[in-house]
């Protein structure tokens, strides 16, 4: 069975970092594009950052870009959003989903991808 697990979420204080993980099972991610997504409270959900299978391309949402940093462990079947410099405004459910078909685009829209973990929730407050 297919499935990605996030991990890594929690409450931070604001200028804070938190590092959130994505793991595989029941398939190897090195197939497929990974993106993280998040939705606030309130809003829709949105694409915050990509990977390409290699991991040498990777594109961000303008309000995540020069915090945040996607990387990717093919060896580890494991994704990371490395989230530094954090705002209130970043707290939300992240997702990260894996596509085998699209590719990294530079807008990163949930439509391209076809399988989802449950989420990690981040709180940024004081």
């Known amino acids: 069975q297919l499935q990605l697990v996030e991990s890594g979420g929690g409450l931070v204080q604001p200028g804070g970092s938190l590092n959130l993980s994505c793991a595989a099972s029941?398939?190897?991610?090195?197939?497929?594009?990974i993106g993280w997504f998040r939705r606030a409270p309130g809003k829709e959900r949105e694409g915050v950052s990509c990977?390409?299978?290699?991991?040498?391309?990777?594109n961000y949402a303008d309000s995540v870009k020069g915090r945040f940093t996607i990387s990717r462990d093919n060896a580890k079947n494991t994704v990371y959003l490395q989230m530094n410099s954090l705002k209130p405004e970043d707290t939300g459910d992240y997702y990260c989903?894996?596509?085998?078909?699209?590719?990294?685009?530079?807008?990163?829209?949930?439509?391209?991808?076809?399988?989802w973990g449950q989420g990690t929730q981040v709180t940024v407050s004081s």
């Open positions: 989903a894996a596509d085998s078909w699209y590719g990294c685009s530079p807008i990163i829209t949930p439509l391209e991808y076809s399988y």
């Open positions: 029941g398939f190897t991610l090195d197939a497929y594009v």
């Open positions: 990977i390409s299978t290699s991991g040498g391309s990777t």
